[in-house]
T-cell receptor
Framework: DVKVTQSSRYLVKRTGEKVFLECVQD?????MFWYRQDPGLGLRLIYF???????EKGDIPEGYSVSREKKERFSLILESASTNQTSMYLC??????????????FGDGTRLSIL | KQEVTQIPAALSVPEGENLVLNCSFT??????LQWFRQDPGKGLTSLLL?????REQTSGRLNASLDKSSGRSTLYIAASQPGDSATYLC???????????FGQGTTLQVKP
């Protein structure tokens, strides 16, 4: 069965800290995504990666960076956390669309609070 | 730029009713249209995916339709149950990279 695992369900950090959110998938998917979800704004794409060491900015990349050193792992980094980055963060993965339409698979999310 | 809208934002129905959730999108050049379910505090679970060349998909009590010319998709839930209570999101796939543009969701409550 498909599995996307996010390392933390809840995380509390302080303003200015460097924060790492980890996501691992066990399906050998090429494409991985990081979203944030906020009330009234829905899900917004931060970054995505279509291969190891390859990344592309989404709609709201400011204040974030990503790392994909191995195919199964996609990390989201908050370089210097700020209170406006308090949110629910969701990771997803999908097989390369070149092999046909496939649905995205999501992790359970990390609720991050920046104090 | 693709925009996806879901109306209504919330819906409450008695158990057993058939219901329709609506999704509209502005750019008809979509790759696919996906419906997800989200339970409180959880991630998203894929329900149905309709490829751009298809008109509908069915899974159990769920049926999703796609009309690209009008920029609309509907999710039909037959014989609703309290366990169907959740937020339902639709998302338009804009390319073969798998990127999705999400609507803000419809929160459904099915009352026993």
């Amino acid at each position: 069965d498909v599995k996307v695992t996010q390392s933390s369900r809840y995380l509390v950090k302080r303003t200015g800290e460097k924060v790492f959110l980890e996501c691992v998938q066990d399906m050998d998917h090429e494409n991985m995504f990081w979203y944030r979800q906020d009330p009234g704004l829905g899900l917004r794409l931060i970054y995505f990666s279509y291969d190891v060491k390859m990344k592309e900015k989404g709609d709201i990349p400011e204040g974030y960076s990503v790392s994909r050193e191995k195919k199964e792992r996609f990390s989201l980094i908050l370089e210097s956390a700020s209170t406006n980055q308090t949110s629910m963060y969701l990771c997803a993965s999908v097989e390369s669309q070149g092999r046909g339409n496939q649905p995205q698979h999501f992790g359970d999310g990390t609720r991050l609070s920046i104090l | 730029k693709q925009e996806v809208t879901q109306i209504p934002a919330a819906l409450s129905v008695p158990e057993g009713e058939n219901l329709v959730l609506n999704c509209s999108f502005t750019d008809s050049a979509i790759y696919n249209l996906q419906w997800f379910r989200q339970d409180p505090g959880k991630g998203l679970t894929s329900l149905l995916l309709i490829q751009s060349s298809q008109r509908e998909q069915t899974s159990g009590r769920l049926n999703a339709s796609l009309d690209k010319s009008s920029g609309r998709s509907t999710l039909y839930i037959a014989a609703s149950q309290p366990g169907d209570s959740a937020t339902y999101l639709c998302a338009a796939g804009s390319s073969n990279t798998g990127k999705l543009i999400f609507g803000q969701g419809t929160t459904l409550q099915v009352k026993p």
